[in-house]
C-alpha cells in the first residue's frame, strides 16, 4: 500500500494560513473557543491556531465513528467530552475531515444543547460526495474526491498520521 501525493505541504501550509485569517476576520473582536476532534484534527488545529491574529482559547473532544479500516459504522459517540462550559460562547468545532457528515451532524447536536453564542465548523478536507446526512461546513480547507487520504494527521489504522503531506491510499478495503 503506497501513499500517493495529494496536498504538498506547501500547499497545505498556504491554505491553512488563508483559512486562519479569515476566521480572525470573521471573528474579530470576540474571543474564540476552538474544539479539536480528536485525534486527527490535532496538526491542523496545531498550524491553524498559529495563524490567528484574534485570542483563542481550546479544548478538544473525541468521537468514536471510524472503529478501525476505512468504513463508518454508523454509530458515533463521545468518548471525551469537553472540559470548557461553552455556554455563550463563540464556538468554532476543528475537524480533519468530514465524510459521511455523521460524527459532525452528532457533535453539532450535542453542543448545541449547551447554548453557545455560536457554533460553526472548519474542516481541513471535506468528501462531500459521501455524505449519508446534510451537513455543511463554513470553513472548508480542500474538497476532495472520494479517497482514502492519509498524512497530516489523517490515518489509517493509526498509521501514516505523521506525514507532513496530504496522500491518497488506493486499494484498501
Ligand atoms: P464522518 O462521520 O463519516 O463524516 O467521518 C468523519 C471521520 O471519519 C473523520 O474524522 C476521520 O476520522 C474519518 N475519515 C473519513 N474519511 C477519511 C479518510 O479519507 N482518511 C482518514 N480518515 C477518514
Redesign the pocket.
Known amino acids: 500500500m503506497k501513499p500517493e501525493l495529494l496536498f504538498p505541504r506547501e500547499t497545505i501550509g498556504r491554505r491553512v494560513k488563508e483559512l486562519a485569517e479569515q476566521i480572525s476576520r470573521d471573528y474579530e473582536g470576540r474571543e474564540l473557543l476552538l474544539v479539536g476532534?480528536l485525534n486527527?484534527?490535532f496538526i491542523f488545529m496545531a498550524d491553524l491556531i498559529r495563524g490567528m491574529s484574534i485570542p483563542c482559547r481550546v479544548d478538544f473532544v473525541r468521537?468514536a465513528?471510524?472503529g478501525c479500516g476505512?468504513q463508518?459504522s454508523g454509530e458515533?459517540r463521545i468518548t471525551k467530552d469537553l472540559e470548557t462550559p461553552i455556554a455563550g460562547r463563540d464556538v468554532l468545532i476543528v475537524?480533519?475531515?468530514?465524510?459521511?457528515?455523521?460524527?459532525?451532524s452528532h457533535l453539532l447536536n450535542v453542543l448545541r444543547e449547551r447554548q453557545p453564542a455560536s457554533v460553526r465548523v472548519c474542516t481541513f478536507?471535506d468528501?462531500k460526495e459521501?455524505r449519508?446526512v446534510p451537513f455543511t461546513a463554513e470553513y472548508v480547507g480542500f474538497a476532495i474526491p472520494d479517497?482514502?487520504?492519509?498524512g497530516y494527521g489523517?490515518?489509517?489504522n493509526e498509521k501514516f498520521r505523521f506525514l507532513p503531506d496530504v496522500c491518497m491510499l488506493k486499494d484498501i478495503a
Open positions: 476532534v486527527g484534527a468521537v465513528s471510524y476505512s463508518s458515533v475537524e480533519d475531515i468530514v465524510d459521511t457528515g455523521l460524527t459532525l478536507l468528501k459521501r449519508r479517497e482514502f487520504v492519509v489523517l490515518d489509517f
